[in-house]
């Protein structure tokens, strides 16, 4: 990495932000905090527009999802204007009301004050009754529910629509599909849970968080694609539209979002001509993008993760790079030496947040990687021909499930070294 490098504006200002994020020395108020004139505590009902895909949480009674309120109201029937974001925790039996293999009757029948079973997903229009904590908004009942009956409505609808329809295919292909949902579209409830505290010990929950790597491999069937037509402005048309397709129906999360600014910056600099674009002053400019677009991220461990990793692999893993060549092959080295850096940046934080890290990561990304990229692989082609045949969705399950089996028991492996604690 140049000296000069250091210097530039755009490093200077993202270094400037980073200090008054993260210094502790400035207060800086949450704009994106519920207000309205009811107080937080006395609110029973809140009105607005899901506008996170539900999570389901660890231990799988609710489901977390990104709300933005528009009214709320009190025991009194007293109603108030509201803005701001707010964090829903809707019960599992709510939000599973359409999952495949998870029907709940409660959430099916007309219920005394209850709505029918409704497709929580961004977009959709709610009107929820629970208890306002600290940590959110706890639902007890849904009261009204409705798509919007505008383009954006209705996109959001498709959008739903589509991903109920894709993880029904995923769950008829057992364990191997629901991981397979995970790496595809973020949601993780047919992931075992023992499989995903496999990844996690072993140091390897970031290839389960949508993040660069996955938009990375549709950028790169995108440019596959692209090239055989020959033509270099479709290329870049069918990048970008593969992109923003991806993120549209896996959902925003703050990892995929600077994976998106940064390919979108990438590709915009190929567009201007530039044979070697500056990755470390492509990495600063999103992160001042998605700081004022999205500051809500800023605080979320997510976040400092996605670019704490990347600032690591693009300052250190060069010096990483030259020791590992000495005693193994250029592409094992290369790995180690990003997998090395990732790790030198985002451990404080780790240490920090979690008390504990894994430096077992280094050597099981580098194992475990190709593999998972195998997996995705395979699994868009045998889900494209499932869809055209579907006669090939069962034997194409038993591919899949071959494929989870083998990744599995590599991940397991590692997971058996120690963390070290703080």
Not at 142 to 166: D, E, I, K, M, V
Not at 170 to 188: F, H, I
Not at 367 to 391: H, M, N, Q, R, T
Request: hydrophobic share 45%; charged share 10%; glycine share 8%.
């Amino acid at each position: 990495m140049a000296v000069k490098t250091f210097f530039k504006p755009v490093f200077l200002a993202a270094l400037i932000c980073s200090f008054v994020f993260y210094s502790g020395l400035f207060n800086l108020p949450d704009k994106t905090s519920p207000k309205s004139l009811i107080k937080n505590e006395d609110i029973v009902e809140l009105s607005g527009k899901i506008i996170s895909s539900p999570a389901k949480t660890g231990k799988g009674s609710y489901y977390t999802a990104n709300f933005s309120i528009t009214s709320a109201a009190d025991a009194r029937s007293f109603q108030s204007t509201a803005r701001g974001r707010v964090k829903l925790y809707i019960p599992s039996s709510l939000a599973e009301a359409y999952s495949p293999g998870k029907l709940f009757s409660q959430s099916k029948a007309q219920n005394k004050g209850q709505t029918k079973a409704f497709l929580y997903e961004a977009g959709g229009h709610c009107t929820f009754r629970g208890t306002f904590t600290e940590n959110g908004f706890y639902v007890r009942e849904c009261t009204a529910a409705s798509w919007p009956s505008s383009w954006r409505g209705r996109l959001a609808h498709l959008r739903a629509l589509c991903r109920l329809q894709f993880k029904r295919l995923m769950y008829s292909w057992g364990s191997g599909g629901g991981l397979l949902l995970a790496l595809l579209c973020g949601a993780r409830e047919y992931t075992d849970t023992a499989t995903q505290e496999a990844f996690r010990r072993a140091g390897l929950s970031h290839i389960l968080a949508l993040s660069g790597m996955h938009l990375s491999m549709f950028s790169a069937i995108a440019m596959f694609f692209g090239n055989r037509a020959g033509i270099k402005k479709f290329t870049f048309i069918l990048r970008i539209t593969t992109l923003i397709v991806f993120v549209w129906f896996a959902g925003f999360s703050p990892s995929l979002t600077r994976a998106f600014i940064c390919a979108m910056l990438m590709i915009v600099a190929a567009i201007a001509g530039a044979q070697k674009p500056d990755m470390f002053s492509i990495l600063c400019f999103s992160f001042l993008i998605q700081s004022a677009v999205c500051p809500q991220d800023i605080n979320n461990i997510a976040f400092m993760l996605s670019y704490g990793a990347l600032v690591g692999i693009l300052l250190t893993s060069s010096l990483f790079n030259r020791f590992y060549s000495r005693f193994s092959p250029r592409p094992i080295a290369s790995s180690l030496a990003a997998a090395s850096g990732a790790q030198t940046v985002t451990a404080p934080i780790s240490l920090k947040f979690f008390g504990s890290f894994s430096p077992i990561g280094i050597i099981s990304s580098t194992v475990v990687s190709p593999f998972v990229s195998i997996f995705i692989y395979s699994g868009l082609v045998l889900i494209l021909l499932s869809l055209i045949f579907p006669l090939l969705s069962k034997p194409s399950g038993i591919f899949i499930n071959l494929q989870y089996t083998v990744i599995t028991y590599i991940v397991n492996i590692f997971s058996l070294v120690p963390n070290w604690h703080f």
